[in-house]
């Protein structure tokens, strides 16, 4: 049986990024939070080891077990799904600080063309630009109106970055800290691109040039260019994440308590509001009730969908009569690029995640797409994120895998080969969803999700044509062999690609084409909040944690304000 | 760093990485910090790296139960990764123990991952859908290795030709081999992903034996920070650490 415990304001479900964030600014408007996360805590002290490639980002002890839960994966509504077993195209987080803990650090605003790419795209390409397969549609919010909150962020993680980028919304105020080093690394590809006639500009980076205190007095240290972020948390305290800012800023008040291996199995619905959420504590086996005036799903994009499933909160997307709205428009990204191999030795060992320059010349609608057949872009960049022995083995296309040659040309190519790469946007299709298992379930007995996804011809389309200007940038930057990336056939779960899942529970402007409005509050349901990437209706050409986490600002300022006022804050 | 810059001082540590001036999280990582033993010549940090490597590593069988099978194990690393004139292979680096000692804990029992049916073989594009351990599939590889040598030179693995075990090595990654329950060319992938993982991991694990895969490579291992150097365009040649000499 379970126990039921005392009501509190709030309830955050998941302490990442998008937790971290809507318990502090809750907690600071005086109401009481109290943040479920279902593994562990977990700081800078734990990660003074962490320069150890086999642990963290080969066997990802950071990262979610799956022999507790996962998803099930197909291509194609034919084919029977099945469950992912091992981690691999994308990395789940857990713990304190969720995916916030082990990422890069690439901390962008998506475009204004972003939020309102249906309303653009049919005004200057006519509205067949696309089959009506794609389902586009605009954000139910602006650029503009967002403006402020992206800001508050990069506030908050004292973003490193420079405004110059041609392309991009027009930025209020000017980046916290000043850009990373220009390496020489990023310089051959700051001299190819400019020759090209393109605009270099370093990369907007939570890896900070300098240490920054943020204004809510959490100190971030100034990176040491060690070379290990991305699966590893920073043992400096240099790389923005939740347990160095959000999390600590929350602690202060006084308002806020964490729950550890608090795994939330069910948001209790109860006419038009929810009454709070059942949990299991995993180390007990105990299930608690714990009601609150306000519940926010803040979990990652996958766990968000699959709770209000589960609690039968909102309709399914039907891929067959197009109703309903949960699990629709799931995206992911492509990502097209180049390898160079060059004859002289390079610091590829050297890095940060975010340390990088990047063109967005062929990103969003920066370029005519008329005669084209696809729309949107993707930024392109180098990065020097620090190569790492066991996945470095670079060897041109007709080298054995294995033995005396693979041994000589993979070491010899280690220090040599230099990678460009580009984040190609996605656009939702009407096949392309999240929904619930039948057949497989979690260790807690709760159907997993399921995920239906393939590439597209615009996927196919776009790839090719941002891996031939990553192919020609890398020509231009001298090196002797170019390797262009294969052409995508049909999506595959193994091999890394990218933890940039997006969409199922999509934010827009009416009940009719979305699960949550612009505050990321639930049409039907006044008091719950879903918040993270599954709010995002397409995927863009960049990363997506700014974009989240300002939405994540604006949906708590509605919090606060809905638990003064009550009723639909749109 | 090989121009003496090996160990970042104290004060240019601090100064950099802004550590001294706010407020910290706890105190929690001073103490860390401290740990890191950045300038050596400070007294009353002790320095164990050196004394590690002076004792003897008992080494052992942990997942292998007799000795041929650990020598087919070796003899197919060591094809993948071969001794040359760069430096050792995969025997010398250790990889075979390190392979062992692998399969005898969480990755050989496959404990973060999901292993619930109902298993169905599935489609390339959704993965492993094994319901055997990656020690399942080691063992039953081996011994795979071994008969295949039987059935087609009369000897046992480990006896052959260089070639000869590169052939039926090949045989196995052109999936020419049944195997119950997966696949040769997935036992073949498996193998080769752990021999790189067991010579280029740190040497902790007990493979990558005196960092001299690190060396071929000039990875340097674990390294505080690269601030000072990697603006500079000149390449580094640093002599590398491990995690163990922490």
Known sequence: MATNLPKVDVIVVGLGWTGGIIAAECAKAGLKVIGLERGRSRGTEDYLRIHDEYRYALRYELMQDLSKETITIRNNRKMPALPMRQLSSFLLGEGLGGSGTHWNGHTWRFYPYDFQIKTMTDQKYGPNKLSKEYLLQDWGVTYDELEPYFYKYEQTAGISGEDKNPFWGKRAQQFPTPPMKKTPILKKFEGATQKLGYTPFMLPSANLSEAYTNPDGEVINACQYCGFCERFGCEYGAKTSPEITVIPTARKTGNFEERFHANVVEVIKNGNKVSGVKYIDTQSGEEFIQPAEVVVLASYVMNNAKLLMVSKIGEQYDPDTGRGTLGKNYCYQILPGATGYFDEQMNVFMGAGALGMTIDDFNGDNFDHSDLDFIHGGSISITQTGYRPIETNPIQSDTPTWGPEFKKNSIYNYTRTLGIGGQGASMPHKENYLSLDGNYKDAYGVPLLQMTYNFTDQDRALHKHLSEVCSNIMKEMGAKTVDIKKPITDYDIVGYQTTHNTGGTIMGSSPDNSVVNSYLQHWDAENLFVVGAGNFPHNGGYNPTGTVAALAYRSAEGIVNYSKNGGSLV | ?246
């Open chain 2, 1 to 246: 760093m090989s121009e003496g810059k090996k160990n970042i001082t104290r004060r240019d540590f601090l100064k950099t990485t802004g550590v001294a001036t706010g407020a910290l999280i706890g105190g929690g990582i001073i103490g860390g910090l401290v740990g890191f033993n950045m300038d050596k010549t400070d007294q009353g940090v002790s320095n164990v790296g050196k004394e590690n490597h002076a004792m003897p590593t008992p080494r052992g069988m942990q997942f292998f139960q007799n000795t041929r099978d650990f020598e087919v194990l070796s003899n197919a690393t060591e094809r993948i990764f071969p001794k040359d004139d760069l430096g050792p292979g995969a025997i010398e680096l250790g990889v075979p123990y390190f392979i062992d000692h692998q399969l005898a804990g969480q990755y050989g029992s496959n404990s973060r991952e999901y292993m619930h049916g109902p298993f169905a073989v599935g489609a390339a594009t959704q993965g492993y859908q094994s319901r055997l351990t990656r020690g399942a599939i080691f063992r039953q590889g081996i011994t795979l290795l071994e008969a295949e040598a039987n059935k087609r030179f009369d000897t046992g693995f480990s006896s052959l030709e260089g070639e000869q075990m590169d052939e039926i090595l090949t045989a196995f990654q052109n999936d020419e081999i049944p195997m119950a329950g997966t696949t040769s060319a997935f036992f073949f992938r498996l193998l080769r992903s752990a021999t790189l993982e067991g010579a280029y991991s740190d040497p902790m694990y007990g493979g990558n034996n005196n960092m001299d895969a690190w060396r071929m490579k000039e990875f340097p291992g674990h390294q505080m920070a690269y601030i000072n150097l990697i603006e500079d365009e000149k390449f580094q040649k640093i002599e590398p650490m491990s995690l163990g000499e922490m």
